[in-house]
Every structure is written in structure tokens, then in C-alpha cells.
């Protein structure tokens, strides 16, 4: 049996990913929106773009402004929005699962060094986190009263071909291309790091195991900007030179070391192997290689 697969957000970094993979598997029959097609901040455009969705159906909602983009009260509203919509439609069609991109974020600031885990304390310091922790609370109470699968998945930073170049890991990339990479503060700062095709490959599994549950989808390997720059290095055909310059003032307190407990994600995921930094970043560079 063919599954169903609906992607909200399809035009954006992670739902474009999702669609051109699904697609290309004839086991699954994929249909993607953006927001011009199915704008979820309008009841009425999300219930006559979705009016056929059946209970064998699945839902992957990529949508919201990223933090990137806008993190701004008004972004927030709108996401929170978003996930009050869906709530809404999910209240009157019943789905098979619904699948939600949420983001460590939620976590906010935490002590450098302590493990990240699903049971760690929920406290955002950002509009950006906020919204994505009100909607998983829309979401988890939806779909605990319709009796819908919910997976909920925690991502910290993903990079991969078609991220236009926002990615730290990108960043870097695109940089030692030029010959120059610019390190602010001493680069010690560390942080764990999600290849999109990883991203894929862990929600085919998630849709045809059905699981229910939330997440934090992280390697649970946290490199260094030294070590990103060090390990571009070894991909890039040219030589390039880092410089370090202070941050800049003012600027938002960051957490020194962000490590993430994988201990959940391996008791449902028990044999995934996730990308290292290495083979994505020699990935992004082959693609771009191809692209040029």
C-alpha cells in the first residue's frame, strides 16, 4: 500500500529536502505546500487546500519563520498561529500521524557541559523558542484528545545542500572557498551539528515504525568552530586562513558548550547512524563543486 505523506512548508530548506526525497520513492505519494498554497495562518485556505486528507494520511509540518529570518514577537505570534490552525483541522479530520520540526531551542540557555536530555528543563530565551514550545503544547494536547500519533522532533543546527548558505557548517564552507574564514571570539564555543539527509532518512523510519513520541534528534558529538575549520581543511581543495576577532558587544550570552543526550533517540532509533561532520561537509562541498 502506497502511504501518504503531506509536507506543510515544502518550499522551505528542510520541507523542499523532504519533498524531492519522498518524491523520488515510489512507496510513498507526496504532496507538498508553501505557504502561498496552503497558508496555515487562515483556517479557510488550510481547510480547502487539505479537504481530501484521509485517517492514512501523514503530516509533516516544516513550517515556521525561522529564527534566522525573524525572531520577533510578531514571528512568534504567527507561528504559534500556525500551530493553533493545524490543531483546528486536526480536531476535524483524523490523520494516521502527525510529524512536527520543532528545535532545541526550547531548552534555552543551560549550564556549559551538562548533557541536554528530553527531561531537562523547557525554559526558551528567545521568540523564536517560545513559539516552538507553544506549539508542541497545541499539538501534544490535539492530538492526545483525537487519539493522533504525535511525533515531535528537536533539532539543533541542520546544514546541507539548498540551506543558502545560513549554516554555521556553510558558512565555513563558503568561506574557505574564498580563501578566508572569520572565527568571533576564541572558537572554543561547541555545538552539534545535523546533516538534512540525516533529517530524511530518520522520518522515513519514524512514518513507516510509527512512532509516537518527542525527541532530540542531535549526533550527540558537539565540534568546536576550530574543529569545523580544521575538519573543512581536510575537504577543500585550496588552503585558506582563519582569523579570530572579538564578538561583538552587546551581543546575546551564549552557551559555551551545547552536549545532547541521544539516549532516547537510540532506544527508537537503535541502529542509526548518523552523519559525520566530515562526509557532510564533503558532501556540501561536492555539491557545490557540482552547482559551479
Not at 3 to 26: E, H, P, Q, T, V
Not at 123 to 149: D, H, M, Q, V
Not at 187 to 215: N, Q
Amino acid at each position: 500500500m502506497v502511504k501518504k505523506i503531506i509536507i506543510l512548508g515544502a518550499s522551505g530548506f528542510i520541507g523542499s529536502y523532504l519533498m524531492k526525497n519522498f518524491s523520488a520513492d515510489r512507496t510513498y505519494d507526496v504532496k507538498g505546500y508553501s505557504s502561498k498554497e496552503c497558508d496555515l495562518l487562515s483556517s479557510d485556505s488550510m481547510n480547502k487546500a487539505l479537504s481530501y486528507v484521509t485517517s492514512d494520511d501523514v503530516i509533516i509540518m516544516a513550517s515556521s519563520i525561522t529564527r534566522q529570518k525573524d525572531d520577533s514577537f510578531e514571528s512568534m505570534i504567527k507561528n504559534i498561529k500556525m500551530a493553533e490552525n493545524v490543531s483546528r483541522f486536526l480536531g476535524e479530520h483524523k490523520i494516521a500521524q502527525l510529524i512536527f520540526i520543532s528545535s532545541v531551542d526550547v531548552y534555552g540557555s543551560v549550564e556549559t557541559g551538562v548533557q541536554i536530555s528530553e527531561s531537562s528543563a523547557l525554559s526558551p530565551n528567545t521568540y523564536y523558542g517560545i513559539s516552538k514550545l507553544s506549539s508542541e503544547f497545541i499539538l501534544k494536547n490535539c492530538c492526545s484528545k483525537n487519539k493522533i500519533p504525535l511525533l515531535i522532533l528537536r533539532f539543533p543546527g541542520i546544514y546541507g545542500p539548498d540551506d543558502k548558505g545560513k549554516s554555521t557548517v556553510a558558512q565555513f564552507v563558503n568561506s574557505a572557498i574564498k580563501g578566508k574564514v572569520t572565527i568571533f571570539g576564541d572558537g572554543k564555543d561547541k555545538r552539534d551539528f545535523v546533516y538534512v539527509d540525516d533529517v530524511y532518512r530518520l522520518i522515513k523510519i519514524a512514518i513507516d515504525k510509527e512512532v509516537s513520541a518527542t525527541l532530540n534528534v542531535a549526533t550527540g558529538k558537539s565540534y568546536s568552530l576550530i574543529e569545523i575549520a580544521e575538519t573543512i581543511k581536510l575537504c577543500v581543495s585550496n588552503d585558506f586562513i582563519v582569523k579570530y576577532k572579538p564578538k561583538e558587544k552587546g551581543g546575546a550570552k551564549r552557551v559555551k558548550e551545547l552536549v545532547y543526550d541521544t539516549g532516547l533517540l537510540n532506544k527508537f532509533f537503535p541502529n542509526f547512524k548518523f552523519t559525520t561532520l566530515k562526509q557532510g561537509i564533503s558532501l556540501y562541498i561536492e555539491r557545490l563543486n557540482l552547482m559551479g
